[in-house]
């Protein structure tokens, strides 16, 4: 029988909640102290945001790749969508006896098949299609990315829509029936009023999924650093930027640049758990 | 509504579903199709008997064995790593923390969830430099820095997974062995902790999974494309997503090829496995590990 | 009633959530008998029960004032007060729940985690103690040659039996009961009711009821809460003397 005071136990189990905390304080901590030089060069974090890239004339501004990232992350939230809604309207609403739950089940497993794995099969799969398709370039593109990243982040919020919809409580749906309302209707008025708070956050969760993932951007998105002028062209995420970059010169200003797309990365992803924090407590504390 | 805008919705539906399940059917068979004939032992072992290669007699040339090694102990080290902090703070945040605390803690933990990779990949390469030019010159990163960034980025499943399942605990359960005179250590440690274990356990593999399939974090930190079973902690190592990664871009033949073929199907079995796993032990878990906000 | 006073609360006051539920509470008991404690549902009976080993304290959102004095050794304790041991107040105030909770682990270990929990590590000590217990809870004949099994795969009244001997291991000298026969059938019920009123010669119960009937057939004293106008009543009965 082990016999650990009260307060001790206590503090052993407080000690590595410190650390995991420090860690996640740590690792922003670190992109600002080795990311410094190039702040200061450049006067201010957000003028470096607002630059261009051009090392030949000395200016190492990560702004096309914050476009990179937002357009491949939004074109694949308005891809994943549409998909992810009537995929769980299928699965909730519909409510199919046989292919509801297999859908259910297709999505659940999906969420375990590995990212490389959609980049490897993007890169000779739909690449190829989209260079023959649309005739242009070499098929790397802003448009195969958010393709494939459409796939990677749809379970993500199929998974949430479907539970925020059977969360809306059963009577009011019944109420509902009651007045002679078909499940169309009972879906339109009644559990998306009530699920939407659910519905957002898991928008943003996706959203931020798309945002933090470097492989298939990396792999098919053909990582130019421009300003992209349609889905045609290529583009460079600020994922992408990091893991192209480092194998460069660790003293150069190049590299430095990217820590402030480690920064800017860290920054997006506490702005979007403070968002969905916000929305889901919300709805918690309504129910 | 009328009959059309309910019928649409329905039709909407499913076209959605059924492009959703053929496209992952046109993913998975793709690989199938073009990789199955790449597997068999030779794509593992190269030309060495699969028996020298695992007694380590013997070196893998031209085969995934080091890869799979690579993958193999990356995950042994990173689990290892994380799993003690993280239960611990799983217990912590589920049983003492409170109030304003908790909500901190909370808070602090869905960043560490939603933190890019590449950048856990990037602080663990800074540190690796850090160290190099403080500390010692033998350090680079390595299988060492790469198992600590991969520790960072599966924290969180592992505090969520403990935390989850600790809290779903009745009430009835929570009160029994204090209502015997029990102290709090001793509930957590003799009641709690064993009627969550299959909560926790689901949690542990869905980490190694996640450690398996990584490649954003161990592309900064060490993995590279050739060499060979790592010697040390501190020495470079292949891995199996990253050698897909490689594969993809740098094949120079259409045999290399295949071996990426076949690397993808072998990594989707594990991670498959690894998923049905966690799944079998416990279904509701691994959907609050991802989503707990 | 002649029996010496055991337990005695002084204005009671009891919230969940800054809702009260029991305002001003004084009451008595007495040493070895059997009081039940009526009243509507939410009145606050269970509530009553858990202020008496502090397992209120567990609970979020719970908040109480007053006093509790428990007489041990002979004297009163302030049993809310800062030096005094809670795992040791527990030991001494066993408590059975209105649901029984047995552990997913076998009969005998079930019984035996109270000594465990208290550090008792001597093995023919815990086997006798365990015998005992399982004895006085009318458990010990149709269990004693299955200890090994699962406590789950016992019946519903076999696990309100086992939870009660597993409260009777350490022989406190309070056992509160929380409508133990609310989840069983009418036999099961029937052998609870007996074995309680044997409890009554070796410690003082505080048994919450639903039933009336029950009541009558066990009670020595009845407590009635009522919850009017947020505030507390208490009636007390003297047992119906049987004609």
């Known amino acids: 029988m082990i016999n650990i005071p009260e307060k001790a136990a206590e503090k052993l189990f407080l000690l590595p909640t410190v650390i995991s905390i420090a860690i996640t304080i740590g690792i922003f901590g670190f992109m600002l102290l080795l990311g410094l030089p190039l702040i200061i060069r450049g006067g201010h974090f957000l003028n470096l945001l607002a630059q261009s890239w051009a090392p030949g004339s000395g200016l190492y501004g990560i702004y096309p790749m914050i476009v990179g990232s937002l357009s491949i992350a939004s074109l694949s939230l308005v891809f994943a969508f549409p998909l992810s809604l009537g995929c769980s309207v299928l699965i909730s609403v519909v409510g199919h006896e046989v292919f509801g739950r297999f859908l259910r089940g297709v999505v659940q497993l999906m969420t375990g098949i590995p990212t490389v794995i959609y980049g490897f099969v993007g890169v000779f799969l739909l690449v190829p299609r989209i260079r023959e398709i649309f005739q242009r370039g070499s098929g790397m593109c802003i448009l195969s990315a958010s393709l494939m990243l459409a796939v990677l982040i749809s379970p993500t919020m199929i998974l949430f829509f479907t539970d925020s919809f059977d969360h809306v409580p059963k009577s009011y749906g019944q109420a509902a029936e009651a007045l002679g309302a078909s499940k169309g209707q009972k879906f339109l008025y009644v559990t998306l009023p009530c699920a939407w708070r659910g519905v957002l956050t898991g928008l943003i969760l996706a959203g931020g999924r798309a945002l933090g993932d470097t492989l298939i951007a990396l792999m098919l998105a053909g990582n130019a650093i421009q300003i992209p002028g349609s889905v045609l062209d290529s583009a460079r995420t600020l994922t992408s930027h990091i893991a192209l970059v480092f194998a460069a010169d660790y003293e150069s200003l190049e590299f430095k640049s990217i820590f402030a797309c480690g920064m800017s990365l860290y920054l997006l992803a506490t702005l979007l758990v403070l968002g969905a924090r916000g929305l889901w407590h919300r709805n918690e504390g309504e129910k | 509504m009328n009959r059309l805008g309910e019928k649409l919705l329905i039709a909407f539906s499913w076209i959605s579903g059924i492009t959703l399940v053929s496209v992952v059917f046109f993913i998975v068979g793709h690989l199938i199709f073009k990789g199955i004939r790449a597997i068999n032992l030779k794509l593992i072992f190269g030309e060495t008997r699969p028996l020298d290669a695992l007694l380590l007699r013997k070196q893998v040339f031209h085969g995934l064995f080091p890869a799979m090694m690579g993958t193999f102990l990356l995950v042994v080290l990173s689990v290892g790593l994380a799993a003690p902090v993280g239960l611990a703070s799983g217990i912590y945040l589920a049983e003492y923390a409170q109030g304003k605390v908790r909500k901190i803690v909370n808070f602090f933990f869905d960043i560490l969830a939603t933190i890019p990779s590449i950048v856990i990949g990037l602080t663990g390469f800074s540190v690796a430099v850090f160290l190099h030019q403080h500390y010692s010159k033998q350090i680079y990163p390595c299988l060492l820095i790469s198992s600590l960034s991969l520790s960072f980025l599966v924290l969180p499943y592992i505090i969520r997974s403990t935390q989850v399942s600790l809290e779903s605990l009745p009430l009835n359960t929570r009160l029994t062995a204090l209502a015997l005179g029990g102290t709090r250590v001793q509930n957590i440690l003799y009641v709690l902790v064993p009627q969550s274990l299959s909560g926790i356990l689901s949690g542990l593999i869905l980490a190694i999974g996640r450690c398996a399939e990584d490649t954003a974090v161990i592309m900064l930190t060490g993995v590279v494309a050739t060499a060979g079973l790592p010697r040390s902690v501190l020495a470079p190592y292949e891995a199996l997503p990253f050698y897909i990664y490689y594969i993809s871009s740098e094949y120079s033949s259409p045999e290399e090829l295949l071996t990426g073929y076949g690397a993808s199907i072998i990594l989707l079995i594990i991670c498959m496995t690894l998923f049905l796993f966690a799944f079998i032990v416990k279904r509701r878990i691994i959907w609050q590990t991802f989503y707990h906000l | ?243």
């Open chain 3, 1 to 243: 009633m002649n029996k010496p006073v055991k337990i005695r609360t002084t204005n009671l006051c009891f919230s969940y959530y800054n809702h009260p539920v029991l305002q001003d509470v004084t009451l008595q008991f007495f040493e070895n008998s059997l009081t039940a404690i009526v009243g509507p549902s939410g009145v606050g009976k269970s509530t009553f029960l858990m202020t008496l080993n502090r397992l209120w304290e567990e609970i979020p959102g719970a908040r109480m004032k007053g006093r509790i004095e428990i007489k041990f050794n002979g004297s009163f304790h302030d049993i809310y007060a800062r030096s005094y041991s809670l795992p040791q107040l527990r030991r001494a105030v066993g408590m059975v729940f209105q649901v029984p909770n047995p552990l997913p682990m076998s009969i005998f270990k079930n019984i035996a985690l109270p000594l465990k929990l208290a550090g008792i590590r001597d093995r023919s000590l815990i086997s006798y103690k365990v015998e005992q217990a399982l004895k006085r809870a009318y458990l010990w004949e149709e269990v004693k040659d299955r200890l090994t099994d699962s406590a789950l795969k016992l019946s519903g009244g076999q696990q309100q039996r086992l939870c009660i001997a597993r409260a009777l291991i350490l022989e406190p000298e309070v056992l509160l009961v929380d409508e133990p026969t609310s989840s069983l059938d009418g036999k099961a019920a029937s052998v609870i009711e007996e074995l309680l009123l044997s409890l009554r010669e070796h410690c003082t119960i505080l048994a919450v009821s639903h039933y009336w009937d029950q009541v009558k057939r066990i009670a020595d004293v009845v407590v009635e809460l009522s919850n009017s106008h947020h505030q507390s009543n208490i009636y007390h009965h003297q047992k119906p003397q049987p004609v």
